[in-house]
């Protein structure tokens, strides 16, 4: 926004909704037109059972747990974002892309991408 510039847009990446306090409901209206893309991706809320959802050992390592998972296999609320999608008119727009973007999932990548693909479309026509 401080750029002011029609080159500069928002990518909205679902797995990354904790990590943005979960407020796709309130910042997604705000983006308008300059939400450009809604990468589709599940993920764990890590704030969950007191902050201490990823077990690692000993308790306490300063490490970081990045997952992009299969939707439906997280703690993403899909039918929150996208009726939050449908309703900012992002779903109705002709430029909008909607990517799937799981990682780690190597053996299983020609079934995720087709479960993700009719999850999402499924989700489109749900919420358009």
């Known amino acids: 926004r401080g750029l002011n510039s029609d080159a500069v847009g928002f990518v909205y990446v679902a797995s990354h909704t904790f990590h943005m306090g ?19 991706a599940d993920t764990f809320d890590h704030n969950r059972s007191h902050g201490l959802r990823y077990i690692t050992n000993p308790p306490g390592n300063a490490v970081r747990v990045h997952q ?14 996208f009726a939050v999608l449908g309703e900012s008119g992002f779903l109705a727009r ?11 999932e190597d053996e299983r990548a020609d079934e995720v991408s087709r479960s993700q693909l009719a999850r999402i479309t499924d989700l489109v026509a749900k919420h358009s």
């Open 22 to 40: 979960d407020r796709a409901e309130s910042l997604i209206p705000q983006l308008g037109d300059r939400l450009a893309a809604v990468y589709a």
């Open 94 to 104: 002709e430029d909008a892309i909607l990517c799937s973007n799981v990682f780690g």
């Open 68 to 81: 992009h998972l299969a939707i439906g296999d997280g703690d993403v609320d899909w039918d929150q974002l």
